[in-house]
């Protein structure tokens, strides 16, 4: 069974205090000041849409682009269903944020050994057992933490029991494969400045399709290639040699064609 | 000659400006960072450094793996003039792929990391190592060239050993590189207009980057022949044109029917900056160099096949440039780059161009080059004639450059 954390978020119980993005600084050590926007030191934000307010924060992907795409291995997937970054790794290419469809990734531009920056559903304290600061911190519930199985057990419950406060989807129970961080709204998540053309299919399979057919690629066209080569060129000198040593096959004594001598030298390797 | 000379020191001088500004630019990015210095942002996190520096570097270099299996491994030796001019733009190109990668890269002293640390999974890594095996390739395929000016007959053996080897590993690793620059952009399918979004972008980059690498031949050889007063080898570069022109037809299919398919077409024709880009991308690209090069006239005339093709390397250099940048700037937000990105690009194109020029002096790169005193090689001249131990100081025994 599904037994990966995950954050529910209520967009229908959210008030916008700030209260998860106070707490979010302070349990990964960020300069305090608050912000408006994700940033290298804000890895979730409370935005105001309307009525309603939507936090910001990565969605831990089932199956995360950024995992994929990263050349070095510097994210992983944890058991506990967060997705961590191994800064030590990382060379900057920076494929992750262009590739991720949540666009959360975000860069230390001011820095001269800058490093990627993102939400890590506080790994080190989901690993002892703790739930994450945000979830904590939240006064309302509209932030709660727990398995996801539970989670998305729990969001179909409200719905159910509420049809009329509730837009009828859970926003990331399967979208890009799922993530592990689920949403529910009062009103449709376009409205929301949610994406909503991402699709259900985890973006890795994509470039997968072209990867996986490097290593046949590689064998079928180095031996198209190496063939090609070698029959071209050796009839070239094998025509050549006959023209100049005026020799006939002893195979073929009926071929008009002439043999090279031995003299001429031995056929190309 | 007098006027000759005085255009010479013009560029000199404009030569200095560019690597001056250049270097205060270069010293501003590693003091200062990326972000006081780029355009760049967690909105755009790849720009011109990217768009223009790798994507187009990479594809203009592709003349190096077409002339050599045109040559190589179907022995059509009529291109043999145009081989090592092409094997020594692919390696200069990707030499500047690589030092532009420094620029970009946030932590470029960890640039070998994917060396050790492989996420099979990532068309980055993939990338990396493309990069990393065909600069090596491609400094032994331009080796012989030195090797023959250093007179050293024992190296140039060996190389002629091991040429078809590195001939199908060259080919084989610009098929991959050409087309995972591609791969890249498969994982941006909502963010990339529709325009450009393509599950065939690995077939596209392939194939137009073969086009070009034909239009970048004729270009290089055009310019050469200028700058030094070197007789063109028309025929060759007139045949060059043809192939330019049927690679450019099959691309033209290629899109054509990946728009149809995909059902984009209605994209071309919507008063957005895409469709505009599109369009402008296209005709420099295709139409303009399949026009052009159609016209017997033109495709005859070397000066009218420079244009031609010098439009098909604008044309692709705008195609990478609205892959990676422009055809993802409504979806991402809007960059535009710094002077510092400019100029480190420019700095690089003319160290390149430089670095042609150098070696073209010093080196036998174009087969029969007057300056260096090398002895012409004749196109008749057969390859195991070319190969006897007599004639090798005669007819210099290139690997590349001159007959096998």
């Known amino acids: 069974m599904d037994r990966q954390r995950a954050l529910l978020i209520d967009i229908t119980r959210c008030i916008g205090c700030g209260d998860c993005a106070e707490a979010c600084k302070t349990a990964n050590s960020l300069p305090p000041q608050v912000e408006t926007q994700l940033s290298a030191t804000a890895y979730t934000v409370v935005e105001q849409k309307g009525d309603y307010f939507i936090r910001k924060l ?14 070095v291995g510097a994210f992983v997937k944890t058991a506990e269903g967060p997705v961590i970054y191994e ?15 949540f666009a959360v990734p975000r860069y230390e531009w001011t820095k001269k050994a800058p490093l990627v920056r993102k939400c890590t559903m506080c790994h080190e304290r989901v690993k002892a057992g703790k739930m994450t600061a945000c979830a904590e911190a939240c006064p309302e519930g509209a932030t ?30 399967s979208e890009v494969g799922g993530t592990n961080v689920l949403f529910l709204a009062p009103v ?53 040699l006959r023209h100049e040593t005026g020799q006939k096959h002893p195979e073929h004594p009926h071929d008009n064609r002439k043999l090279r001598t031995p003299q001429a030298g031995g056929d190309r390797s | 000659m007098s006027k000759w000379r005085e255009k010479l020191t013009f560029w000199r001088f404009m030569f200095v400006v560019i690597i001056v500004v250049g270097m205060v630019a270069t010293v501003r990015r590693f003091a200062l960072g990326l972000g006081a210095t780029t355009g760049l942002s967690d909105q755009v996190p790849w720009g011109m450094w990217i768009g223009f520096d790798v994507m187009s570097g990479v594809a203009l270099a592709a003349g190096g793996f077409t002339i050599s299996a045109l040559v190589y491994i179907f022995n059509l030796k009529k291109f043999h003039s145009v081989l090592r001019p092409a094997i020594l733009t692919a390696f200069l190109g990707y030499i500047l792929v690589a030092v532009g990668l420094l620029f970009d890269l946030g932590r470029p002293w960890f640039i070998w990391h994917p060396i050790i640390f492989r996420n099979p999974h990532s068309v980055m890594l993939e990338v990396a190592w493309c990069v990393m095996l065909y600069l090596t390739v491609l400094a032994f395929e331009f080796v012989p060239a030195l090797f023959e000016r250093l007179g050293w007959r024992r190296g140039m053996s060996v190389m002629k050993i091991v040429t078809p080897v590195l001939v199908i590993l060259g080919v084989l690793l610009s098929s ?39 239009a970048m031949v004729i270009v290089e050889s055009y310019l050469s022949s200028r700058a030094f007063h070197k007789e ?28 149809i398919g995909r059902g984009s077409v209605s994209y071309m024709f919507q008063p957005t900056t895409e469709a505009g880009l599109f369009w402008l991308e296209i005709g420099l690209g295709i139409i303009l160099p399949v026009v052009l090069v159609a016209i017997p006239k033109v495709r005859m005339h070397p000066q009218g096949l420079y244009y031609a093709a010098l439009s098909a390397v604008m044309g692709l250099i705008l195609n990478r440039m609205n892959v990676a940048i422009t055809g993802m700037a409504a979806k991402l937000g809007n960059y535009f780059p710094s002077w510092e990105e400019i100029s480190v690009s420019v700095m690089l194109v003319s160290l390149g161009l430089a670095a042609f020029a150098w070696a073209v002096k010093n080196l036998p790169v174009f087969g029969a080059s007057p300056w260096t005193g090398t002895v012409v090689v004749t196109p008749e001249v057969e390859p195991h004639e070319a190969a006897g131990p007599a004639g090798w100081r005669a007819a210099p025994q290139g690997v590349f450059g001159t007959r096998m």
């Open chain 1, 58 to 71: 990565c969605r831990h992907c089932q199956e995360p682009t950024c995992v994929s795409v990263c050349p």
């Open chain 1, 87 to 101: 800064g030590e790794k990382c060379i900057g290419c920076r494929y992750c944020m262009t590739a991720c469809p």
């Open chain 1, 144 to 173: 709660v933490f727990g398995y996801r199985d539970e989670l998305l057990a729990e969001a179909r419950r409200r719905i159910s029991a509420n049809p009329d406060g509730y837009f009828k989807h859970i926003y990331g129970e």
């Open chain 1, 188 to 240: 449709q998540f376009a409205d929301l400045g949610f994406r909503t053309d991402l699709g259900d299919i985890a973006l890795p399979n994509l470039t997968w399709e072209a990867l996986e057919k490097i290593p046949n690629f590689v064998v079928a066209s180095g031996v198209i290639l190496g063939g090609l080569w070698w029959l071209i060129n050796r009839r070239a000198t094998v025509d050549q």
């Open chain 2, 176 to 214: 991959l590189h050409q087309s995972s620059l591609g791969s890249l952009f498969l994982i941006v399918p909502n963010k990339l207009h529709p325009l450009w979004y393509s599950s065939r972008l690995p077939y596209l980059f392939f194939v137009s980057a073969m086009a070009v690498g034909f």
């Open chain 2, 232 to 259: 063109l080898e028309r025929p060759v570069i007139i045949d060059l044109g043809r192939a330019m022109l049927v690679a450019l037809v099959f691309l033209a299919v290629l899109r054509a029917q990946d728009l």
